[in-house]
């Protein structure tokens, strides 16, 4: 049969593919069921023959020993009174007995055991007063010899019945086993059919969620489940798309906010230098909310566009870099707001080089020291540090504030999770800033973890190896 034959018998539904399934399961057990059924009538019918004729032929046996005894004496009674009824009644005795002999000759194949009765009877039938008295005994013994050969005879019928029965059984074992493993297989095979496109499809669902649009090759099976493979090819389209328009939106409202906010900042500078005139306490005051404003919402822009980049994988570039330098730089955005908090900070003292990515570390460190910022409580501290262990770099941002309640700690590196520790301000956090460092500390081959959440101290850790020109992409 060729492949386009084999086509054309192939289930095309997932339900005909399971009835089909079911059917040749079943089948196997069905023979099976068939074949021992058939095989259990047999042997019960055996067994009742061989019931019936035993009770039969016990039954012709006891009658020929009375017989055998009433002959006996019938003899003797003639041998002593020669009288012509006895002689009647001896005759009809020995024709009867001649008859359940005759019959049970059959169940007894033994002419040397049956030809001495024969003679015996001969004998009995010719009986006058001058025959012998031991005559009639003889014939006793003899049919209790037949008797128990035919007793001899049941027993080995029997016991050929039971080694019938065990081969039977024997059978039946290993066609059970055949059977049954051939069903097994086939649960398997057909399992694996329905199963294999199923778990596809899972993975195809599993990787559109993490993020993969990838297409991949198309899945065979039920119509059903093809149909399905369609859709969520549908649906990587327009995942595709809609991830195209938001990185264009992401693009298009950052440079759109970036132009206005940057001429803001250059007007509050300018007005924060006086170079439009004195100011007096209150105007200063106004003007030092106008930069710190426009600080923020520059900080939520840049958080937007790192966000933008790492969902792009922007490459790797690994070099030599002063991590105290990198620390200090990191802290430089919000100096003023820890100023205006009071929080004293604790930064590295001892000069430490590390071949990283310069950038994405900043990244990093910028958004944990962001939120250490305006997280921390007023006149706390905030310590950084960084600990080299053989070859890797440990690096903690710990400040002192309230801890994060334990509901939000399986959610804090989610995008866009904002727990129930809200920012005071007039700018809310974005709720991506924990998020854009767990990102970027993965692009690095780093981990980032919560380390500390108690005793009113909160901190992070950032443990990443050295990397080598060969890690960038």
């Given at each position: 049969?060729?492949?386009?034959?084999?086509?054309?018998?192939?289930?095309?539904?997932?339900?005909?593919?399971?009835?089909?399934?079911?059917?040749?399961?079943?089948?196997?057990?069905?023979?099976?069921?068939?074949?021992?059924?058939?095989?259990?009538?047999?042997?019960?019918?055996?067994?009742?023959?061989?019931?019936?004729?035993?009770?039969?032929?016990?039954?012709?046996?006891?009658?020929?020993?009375?017989?055998?005894?009433?002959?006996?004496?019938?003899?003797?009674?003639?041998?002593?009174?020669?009288?012509?009824?006895?002689?009647?009644?001896?005759?009809?005795?020995?024709?009867?007995?001649?008859?359940?002999?005759?019959?049970?000759?059959?169940?007894?194949?033994?002419?040397?055991?049956?030809?001495?009765?024969?003679?015996?009877?001969?004998?009995?039938?010719?009986?006058?007063?001058?025959?012998?008295?031991?005559?009639?005994?003889?014939?006793?013994?003899?049919?209790?010899?037949?008797?128990?050969k035919l007793d001899k005879a049941l027993d080995l019928r029997?016991?050929?019945?039971?080694?019938?029965?065990?081969?039977?059984?024997?059978?039946?074992?290993?066609?059970?086993?055949?059977?049954?493993?051939?069903?097994?297989?086939?649960?398997?095979?057909?399992?694996?059919?329905?199963?294999?496109?199923?778990?596809?499809?899972?993975?195809?669902?599993?990787?559109?969620?993490?993020?993969?649009?990838?297409?991949?090759?198309?899945?065979?099976?039920?119509?059903?489940?093809?149909?399905?493979?369609?859709?969520?090819?549908?649906?990587?389209?327009?995942?595709?798309?809609?991830?195209?328009?938001?990185?264009?939106f992401l693009r298009h409202m950052s440079h759109e906010l970036?132009?206005?906010?940057?001429?803001?900042?250059?007007?509050?500078?300018?007005?924060?230098?006086?170079?439009?005139?004195?100011?007096?306490?209150?105007?200063?005051?106004?003007?030092?909310?106008?930069?710190?404003?426009?600080?923020?919402?520059?900080?939520?822009?840049?958080?937007?566009?790192?966000?933008?980049?790492?969902?792009?994988?922007?490459?790797?570039?690994?070099?030599?870099?002063?991590?105290?330098?990198?620390?200090?730089?990191?802290?430089?955005?919000?100096?003023?707001?820890?100023?205006?908090?009071?929080?004293?900070?604790?930064?590295?003292?001892?000069?430490?080089?590390?071949?990283?990515?310069?950038?994405?570390?900043?990244?990093?460190?910028?958004?944990?020291?962001?939120?250490?910022?305006?997280?921390?409580?007023?006149?706390?501290?905030?310590?950084?540090?960084?600990?080299?262990?053989?070859?890797?770099?440990?690096?903690?941002?710990?400040?002192?504030?309230?801890?994060?309640?334990?509901?939000?700690?399986?959610?804090?590196?989610?995008?866009?999770?904002?727990?129930?520790?809200?920012?005071?301000?007039?700018?809310?956090?974005?709720?991506?800033?924990?998020?854009?460092?767990?990102?970027?500390?993965?692009?690095?081959?780093?981990?980032?973890?919560?380390?500390?959440?108690?005793?009113?101290?909160?901190?992070?850790?950032?443990?990443?190896?050295?990397?080598?020109?060969?890690?960038?992409?």
């Amino acid at each position: 049969m060729t492949q386009n034959s084999l086509a054309k018998w192939r289930p095309n539904s997932l339900k005909q593919l399971v009835l089909v399934a079911f059917i040749l399961v079943v089948t196997p057990l069905g023979v099976l069921l068939y074949q021992a059924s058939n095989a259990l009538v047999e042997q019960s019918a055996q067994g009742r023959n061989l019931a019936r004729e035993a009770l039969e032929i016990s039954r012709r046996g006891q009658s020929m020993q009375q017989l055998a005894e009433d002959i006996t004496r019938a003899s003797r009674q003639y041998q002593i009174l020669a009288r012509d009824e006895i002689r009647l009644r001896l005759i009809d005795q020995i024709n009867n007995y001649r008859q359940l002999l005759t019959i049970q000759s059959f169940a007894l194949d033994a002419p040397a055991q049956i030809k001495p009765i024969y003679k015996q009877l001969d004998q009995l039938s010719e009986t006058s007063a001058e025959s012998e008295e031991d005559s009639g005994q003889v014939l006793i013994d003899l049919t209790r010899r037949l008797n128990a050969k035919l007793d001899k005879a049941l027993d080995l019928r029997l016991k050929d019945l039971n080694t019938i029965a065990q081969n039977t059984q024997s059978e039946l074992v290993v066609q059970a086993s055949l059977l049954m493993g051939l069903s097994a297989l086939m649960i398997i095979y057909f399992s694996h059919n329905i199963t294999r496109p199923v778990q596809r499809l899972a993975n195809r669902v599993r990787a559109l969620g993490q993020g993969d649009r990838t297409f991949g090759s198309r899945i065979g099976g039920p119509r059903e489940l093809v149909e399905l493979d369609e859709q969520l090819d549908w649906l990587a389209r327009t995942l595709q798309q809609l991830e195209g328009e938001k990185q264009r939106f992401l693009r298009h409202m950052s440079h759109e906010l970036k132009t206005p906010l940057t001429t803001l900042r250059e007007g509050s500078d300018l007005l924060a230098e006086e170079v439009a005139g004195d100011l007096n306490g209150e105007q200063r005051e106004i003007v030092e909310l106008l930069q710190q404003n426009a600080h923020q919402l520059q900080s939520l822009i840049e958080q937007l566009l790192d966000y933008n980049r790492l969902g792009l994988e922007e490459p790797i570039q690994p070099r030599k870099t002063d991590m105290r330098a990198l620390v200090n730089e990191a802290l430089s955005p919000h100096k003023l707001m820890l100023e205006q908090k009071k929080i004293q900070v604790s930064r590295p003292e001892k000069q430490l080089f590390w071949h990283t990515d310069r950038a994405m570390v900043l990244r990093i460190l910028g958004n944990l020291i962001s939120n250490a910022t305006y997280y921390g409580s007023n006149s706390g501290d905030l310590n950084v540090s960084f600990t080299q262990h053989d070859k890797q770099l440990v690096i903690d941002v710990e400040n002192s504030g309230p801890v994060i309640p334990e509901e939000d700690v399986p959610h804090l590196f989610d995008p866009f999770y904002q727990g129930s520790h809200r920012r005071v301000g007039a700018i809310k956090g974005s709720g991506i800033g924990l998020s854009i460092a767990k990102d970027a500390a993965q692009a690095l081959g780093a981990t980032l973890t919560l380390n500390k959440n108690q005793n009113n101290r909160v901190g992070f850790r950032l443990a990443m190896n050295a990397l080598s020109d060969k890690d960038a992409n």
